[in-house]
């Protein structure tokens, strides 16, 4: 809806035109910065998965060679008495605006006596593929924080550069073309008024 052509509605358009802009200079920045966060990340998961791909494979080598060193029977035994790993916990922190989840572990000191009762013979077959899996579960953790951090980043910058097209193509044009018709009807206005107040001149010096 076009505003009254008066001098205040173009003084308040003005000030949110200047507002418009700003916001679309913040946002500009803001894009910019999370594609520069996006860059710096983007090999990063990449990495990460395939390091913990080479972990899950050693440590399947390492399952095999003690199921064929103890049994099944006695590895799976040992796997259902072994103590379960620390819960996940997430956190959220605040990067330039977008939240970004912080996964870890919870951790909690073993006590002496809640240590799993392994056969001397077995120890060093199950101490490895347990060290093994707790680095993978390390790996995994990593790995899903940084491609999901990387996914919210994406979005965001999506959703930024929707809002800086929005301000480009509807918002600020609009607020130009009101601007332009609002001082273009002032002008005509006030040529209007003095065109009158010559006339009245020119009658009054007639009398």
Known sequence: MTLNPTR??????????????K???????????LVNEFLALISEPRRRRRELVQILQKGYKAT????????????SQMAYFMKESNPVQIEIKNVMGVKVP??????KEQQANEK???????????DEI?????????ALIDTAELEHGLRVVVLEIEKTKRQI???????????????????????EMERDSF?????????LQAE
């Open 64 to 75: 095999i060679l003690a199921n064929a060193y103890i049994g099944n029977f006695e590895l």
């Open 130 to 138: 347990n060290g093994i899996y707790t680095e993978a579960l390390q």
């Open 102 to 107: 912080e996964i870890s572990q919870v951790r």
């Open 23 to 33: 916001g679309r200079g913040i946002l500009d920045r803001k894009r910019k910065a």
């Open 195 to 203: 065109i009158a107040l010559k006339h009245v001149k020119k009658r």
């Open 165 to 187: 097209n929005t301000l480009d193509n509807v918002v600020i044009p609009k607020m130009k073309n009101e601007e332009r018709y609002i001082q273009m009807r002032i002008d």
């Open 116 to 126: 799993t009762p392994i056969p001397f013979g077995a120890s060093l077959a199950v």
């Open 8 to 21: 205040a509605n173009l003084l308040l358009l003005r000030k949110k035109l200047e507002t418009a802009n």
